[in-house]
């Protein structure tokens, strides 16, 4: 029998602090419906591509009916939710008999007029297929709990963060799936929370202690008929459910599940303190006397400016303009405003630019500098890096420029610059240059621990802080949390 399978992806991680609401149109922009998303994502380290090559595999069908992923930005708009989601009912009502769900959902997205975004996109599902099998892939920075899953069958989580198993966890929602639908059995799903909020920073998952409570999550599923998702959470999305969490999908049934999440939330909680501070952050005058003091070897040596929600704060490059510590790179400075005035004045010219800071007050104001431009503009590509690797790239209106020895690369959609790609688009290499600022959080280290000279985690007041108790939450009551509150029941506490 072939099984015939949708699939849907809303994806977006939410700093609730951002200003910039993201919209339907903004959504719009990245998203893909029915043939296209094959053609896209077949072959990619990604969720769709994960999900293709599972269904392919047993020669399932996949409905493609529609994915769109703008990756870490502000709020969604009510609007945009809703247009989503009402597409998701009418796609499930006219795509014929249909056996299964995969939805493809962050966990962190938020939006004002919701409690709980992949709740409800879930829930909408359920009403109007009250039997369909659903399996859900999350990010791993989501925000989950119970409720959450309530109207899911199946929920899995990325393993990795940097994300480099995006496919993978496709294969593991589709295949679950399937295997449902083979055998009738229906897995056992419980979320167990340990009560912890921990910054971005503190969440790559090759870090300790959190390593080895990952690799005993591994070490259970080895050992029993299960799959465990350890989510480090996403500390800045305000909701009811904020903070880490354990997933756990077992064939032996709910009870089954339900104690292996509360054994690995334990661990979490009795390394809470460990969790919260597994790799030193420095202020800004302390990394750059550190990049003084080391020695040459000809590798780049990474400032990483993890605070920037929107890659376009100012903290560090202003520091930068008046440092001689040899050539710099900033890649993918997010200013629309800055590339098309760039582009406007044309290549090999200077332009006077009031360049970054412009996303709020806290990312530190814009730049007057005068710049030469040495390319500009509209700018595609493919990524290569492992993560999200053959995943199509649009940064919109680009310009390459150049204030001293300083190298920007200025685009007008925002993306990630985690590995080589920002180099080599514009045929260069990362050794090019002794210092390179970034703004990610955990995905540079696949591409740049192997390569970098030395990483300095850098402190800046901007939207995304190193201590948590910083984030005015609003919906998340952090009295019942560490690092609020050291007295936290370490079962499952979805009342938080």
Known sequence: ????????????????????????????????????????????????????????????????????????????????????????????????????????????????????????????????????????????????????????????AYHHSPHIDMGQTGERAASALLRMLVTGEKPGLAVARPGIVIPSIMSATRLEPLASIIANARALEAANDCDISVMGGFAYSDSANTGMSVICLDWDGESAAREKAEVLSAQL?????????????????????????????????????????????????????????????????????????????????????????????????????????????????????????????????TALIEVGNIRISVVSHFAFAVDGDPFYIFDEKPEDYDVILLRSKTHFRDFYEPLAAAIHVVDTPDLGPADVRLIPFRQFDTAHAYPWRDVVQTSNTNDH
């Open 1 to 156: 029998m072939s099984y015939r399978i949708a699939f849907a992806g809303f994806n977006l991680e939410s700093v609730t602090a951002v200003h910039q609401i993201s919209t339907y149109s903004d959504f719009e922009r990245v998203c893909y419906r029915g043939k296209e998303i094959p053609e896209k994502y077949r072959g990619t380290n990604t969720v769709a591509g994960g999900v293709l090559k599972a269904l392919g595999a047993t020669g399932a069908e996949m409905v493609p009916l529609f994915h769109t992923l703008l990756g870490a930005l502000g709020p969604a708009s009510d609007d945009a939710v809703t247009a989503y989601a009402n597409e998701l009912v009418q796609g499930l009502t006219g795509a014929g008999d249909l056996d299964g769900l995969v939805l493809y959902l962050h966990g962190a997205c938020w939006a004002a007029g919701f409690e709980d975004v992949e709740r409800y996109v879930i829930d909408r599902a359920r009403a109007v297929m009250p039997d369909l099998p659903i399996s859900v892939a999350l990010d791993y920075h989501g925000n989950v709990d119970d409720r959450t899953l309530d109207g899911a069958d199946i929920a899995v």
């Open 269 to 397: 909680w009795q390394a809470r303190e460990a969790l919260a501070h597994s790799i030193p952050v420095v202020q800004l005058e302390d990394a750059l006397k550190a990049i003084e003091a080391e020695p040459a070897n000809g590798l780049p040596t990474v400032l990483l400016e993890h605070a920037d929600r929107m890659n376009d704060s100012t903290h560090i490059l202003r520091a930068l303009m008046s440092c001689d510590i040899g050539r710099i790179n900033v890649p993918f400075l997010l200013d629309p405003e800055c590339a098309a005035q760039a582009h406007a004045v044309g290549i090999g010219n200077e332009a006077y630019l009031s360049l970054g800071g412009k996303s709020a007050p806290e990312a530190g104001g814009p730049l007057d500098v005068c710049a030469k431009i040495l390319w500009s503009g509209y700018k595609k590509y493919t990524v290569s890096g492992r993560y999200q690797q053959g995943a199509p790239v649009d940064l919109g209106l």
